[in-house]
């Protein structure tokens, strides 16, 4: 569904992604760890193209990264993705949220959007709040909506940057929960984050960075309980 052939980029004189392959499966859940500065959001963006890469390949769903225009925007469509910050737009409702981009670029009445967007929030535990702004809802259920508004673009494949890294602690199992129901429902997902509970639960694979490589791949059984690095032992020394 995503796959990345010897992809490279720096920032200015930064060699931020490093010869990075990564093949990910229809339903396969990745999770990737690693230190801060890792690259983990680039090699994130890069999939989506919010920034774009020096050399190499990048695929979904087989087709190259498109550069710019219709192309492109199908592209964000079919890769839906989910920030630290929630990103919502203050001004509108939940409920505009998550039906403009359907109306805009999917093209659905809005009567339809809505109805989607309903059931949508049903599944992600907050169809009470459609009518809220951003502001009157927890962190936790904010996160959740920017869920709803991703899964409202029907995407083939969703990226989750540290999606709970912003959260009070008592709201990071809740958007944890969706996650897992969303990766148990059969959902492509590439995850990053720093809660090891969740990678050792829903991860098929754990991928483990580290100055822009990609230096280990496994299970999450055997990264977890058998790291090969001495680099892994470390990084899961200073987090576990
Ligand atoms: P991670 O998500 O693993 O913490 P990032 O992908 O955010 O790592 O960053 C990788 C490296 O690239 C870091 O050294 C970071 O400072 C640098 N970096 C990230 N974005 C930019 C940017 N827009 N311009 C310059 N350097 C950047
Ligand atoms: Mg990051």
Known sequence: MVSLHAVNKHFGELHVLKDIELEVAPQEVVVVVGPSGSGKSTLCRSINRLETIDEGEIRVDGELLPVEGAALAKLRADVGMV????????????LDNITLAPIKVRGLKKAAAEAEAMTLLERVGIADKANSHPAQLSGGQQQRAAIARALAMQPKVMLFDEPTSALDPEMVGEVLEVMTS???????MIVVTHEMGFARRAADRVVFMDHGQIVEQATPADFFDNPNSERARSFLASVL
């Open 83 to 94: 920030f630290q910050s929630f990103n919502l737009f203050a001004h509108r409702t939940i």
């Open 182 to 188: 969303l990766a148990k429902e059969g959902m492509t």
